[in-house]
């Protein structure tokens, strides 16, 4: 049986792609740049986990236009967003909440890049949604 868990990402600096990749590889996921491809076949996988970095609040347009393209499809499947930023504390999750419901995406984290990291330098707060993912 193949993957059913597909990462989804939007990144313009590398920090999205680096912990989509990480928590790919973390859960043997398959994973898609937005940067690369913008039609993806998604049929194979129930849960999508969607991954993207914040400019003046918004979350990138690829993303958004890949889940406007899509809505059909995708209230069909589980998804989740990942958010990579920089604010943190009560400014970060409120801005998280803002981006979860604009996008419809109900399971959102935020990454802040300014927390407490792991030996590979990926914040804890990663390592926390992966074991969730697996759980
Ligand atoms: C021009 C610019 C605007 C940004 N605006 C925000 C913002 O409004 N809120 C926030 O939390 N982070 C903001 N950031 C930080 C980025 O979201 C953060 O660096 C993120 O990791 C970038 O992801 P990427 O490397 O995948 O593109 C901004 C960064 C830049 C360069």
Redesign the pocket.
Known sequence: MGNTTAVIYA???????KVGNYIAKSISADMFDLKKQTMINMSAYNHIIFGT?????KPYKSLVTFLEANKAELAKKKTSLFI????NDEK?QA?CERVSSELGIAEAVFFD?KSEKNEEGFEIAIDDFIAKLRA
């Open positions: 990144s313009k600096l590398g920090k999205t792609r970095g914040i400019h003046a609040g990579c930023c920089m604010y970060g801005q890049g």
